[in-house]
């Protein structure tokens, strides 16, 4: 039986693989292993994570994060080839651009082993993104390109790459938050979100963590000032980024008494909270995509989207990093004139199933 190995980094890959392995034990076909990498130490990854994504455990922890992109990319590279040299498997899957993402695909293929990238073809076009580097990188040298919106397709045409090689196949990350929100729907556990919720009728919710808006005191302290004028209108929750939270304690910023402040949510609380949100306020290319998926309104505040089709045709929009845009967006979906969108084609919660029939069929 052909063997797979699905690499993830980070959390948020383990919500894109997590799809692919439920899809995989479904289909009996092609044998698999977990290989974490250890870009991200999350205390928040434990059995229960596991648990709740409906996965094992990861087979394989390789503990080679931390450090500068360079070390990091090296200490992955270093522990996966000896790895792959030491169980070699027939094909290597990576999802999404993280630094795991580009160092594995490398490897892989400088092994003579296929590599298949899943959310390929997605491009913002903006190099000073280490994200938008390895997404260059990776499908430059990825043998099967799994693609979640139109955009893609068009991309990896234009870049020369064989249209037998591009499949367009919907979105895992839909995939799985359709999955969490049905298993939500049937518990009655309380999250750590629970009671903010319970107190407000309405709510909106933030996440940033680009270093493009946390890491400078002037864009912290606009970006700050919209939500605080925001936030007088409707109060939100911000579950904090330690590297966010850093910065707001060094630039001194106060975000005032109706931003209530939190630390990084498990999966299952996150989603509780901003499934039933007014508004989601982000940077995150994660959270434009699965706010479309459950139709929530979306504000991204960044330039450019690596992700269209929400633009086009979900609930997200794009207003910059200009405190007047932010907020005439925000009072426009308080007032209930926000964008209207709608879950994109193919993203229908099966993505995972057609990848896994490509793969089973390639590696037969």
């Given at each position: 039986?052909?063997?797979?190995?699905?690499?993830?980094?980070?959390?948020?890959?383990?919500?894109?693989?997590?799809?692919?392995?439920?899809?995989?034990?479904?289909?009996?076909?092609?044998?698999?292993?977990?290989?974490?990498?250890?870009?991200?130490?999350?205390?928040?990854?434990?059995?229960?994570?596991?648990?709740?994504?409906?996965?094992?455990?990861?087979?394989?922890?390789?503990?080679?994060?931390?450090?500068?992109?360079?070390?990091?990319?090296?200490?992955?590279?270093?522990?996966?080839e000896e790895l792959c040299?030491?169980?070699?498997?027939?094909?290597?899957?990576?999802?999404?651009?993280?630094?795991?993402?580009?160092?594995?695909?490398?490897?892989?293929?400088?092994?003579?082993?296929?590599?298949?990238?899943?959310?390929?073809?997605?491009r913002s076009g903006d190099?000073?993104?280490?994200?938008?580097?390895?997404?260059?990188?990776?499908?430059?040298?990825?043998?099967?390109?799994?693609?979640?919106?139109?955009?893609?397709?068009?991309?990896?045409?234009?870049?020369?790459?064989?249209?037998?090689?591009?499949?367009?196949?919907?979105?895992?990350?839909?995939?799985?938050?359709?999955?969490?929100?049905?298993?939500?729907?049937?518990?009655?556990?309380?999250?750590?979100?629970?009671?903010?919720?319970?107190?407000?009728?309405?709510?909106?919710?933030?996440?940033?963590?680009?270093?493009?808006?946390?890491?400078?005191?002037?864009?912290?302290?606009?970006?700050?000032?919209?939500?605080?004028?925001?936030?007088?209108?409707?109060?939100?929750?911000?579950?904090?980024?330690?590297?966010?939270?850093?910065?707001?304690?060094?630039?001194?910023?106060?975000?005032?008494?109706?931003?209530?402040?939190?630390?990084?949510?498990?999966?299952?609380?996150?989603?509780?909270?901003?499934?039933?949100?007014?508004?989601?306020?982000?940077?995150?290319?994660?959270?434009?995509?699965?706010?479309?998926?459950?139709?929530?309104?979306?504000?991204?505040?960044?330039?450019?989207?690596?992700?269209?089709?929400?633009?086009?045709?979900?609930?997200?929009?794009?207003?910059?990093?200009?405190?007047?845009?932010?907020?005439?967006?925000?009072?426009?979906?308080?007032?209930?004139?926000?964008?209207?969108?709608?879950?994109?084609?193919?993203?229908?919660?099966?993505?995972?199933?057609?990848?896994?029939?490509?793969?089973?069929?390639?590696?037969?």
């Amino acid at each position: 039986m052909p063997i797979v190995y699905l690499v993830a980094g980070a959390r948020p890959n383990f919500m894109k693989i997590a799809p692919i392995v439920r899809a995989l034990q479904a289909h009996g076909g092609l044998g698999f292993k977990i290989i974490h990498t250890g870009q991200h130490y999350d205390r928040e990854m434990n059995d229960v994570f596991f648990e709740e994504l409906g996965i094992p455990q990861p087979d394989v922890f390789m503990a080679a994060g931390g450090g500068s992109h360079a070390q990091q990319t090296a200490k992955i590279m270093t522990a996966f080839e000896e790895l792959c040299q030491a169980q070699r498997p027939d094909a290597v899957l990576v999802v999404g651009d993280v630094n795991s993402t580009l160092a594995c695909s490398i490897v892989a293929k400088k092994l003579n082993i296929p590599v298949a990238h899943v959310e390929a073809g997605l491009r913002s076009g903006d190099m000073s993104m280490p994200e938008e580097i390895n997404r260059l990188v990776t499908d430059s040298i990825s043998d099967w390109f799994f693609v979640t919106e139109p955009s893609g397709v068009e991309h990896l045409r234009r870049e020369g790459k064989a249209e037998s090689t591009i499949h367009y196949v919907g979105h895992v990350m839909v995939d799985n938050v359709l999955y969490q929100a049905e298993k939500l729907a049937k518990t009655e556990a309380r999250f750590e979100t629970s009671d903010f919720k319970s107190r407000h009728k309405r709510y909106g919710v933030v996440t940033l963590h680009r270093p493009s808006n946390v890491d400078s005191a002037e864009m912290m302290t606009r970006i700050g000032g919209a939500l605080k004028e925001i936030a007088v209108d409707l109060p939100l929750l911000f579950p904090v980024h330690p590297r966010t939270r850093a910065n707001l304690e060094k630039f001194g910023i106060d975000l005032g008494a109706d931003i209530t402040l939190v630390g990084p949510q498990g999966y299952m609380s996150f989603l509780n909270l901003w499934k039933d949100a007014v508004v989601v306020l982000t940077d995150s290319g994660g959270m434009q995509e699965e706010t479309t998926a459950l139709g929530v309104p979306c504000i991204t505040i960044r330039e450019n989207t690596e992700r269209p089709v929400t633009v086009e045709e979900g609930t997200n929009v794009l207003v910059g990093t200009d405190p007047a845009r932010i907020v005439a967006e925000a009072r426009k979906v308080m007032r209930g004139e926000g964008k209207q969108g709608r879950r994109p084609h193919l993203w229908d919660g099966r993505a995972a199933e057609r990848i896994v029939g490509i793969l089973a069929k390639e590696l037969a």
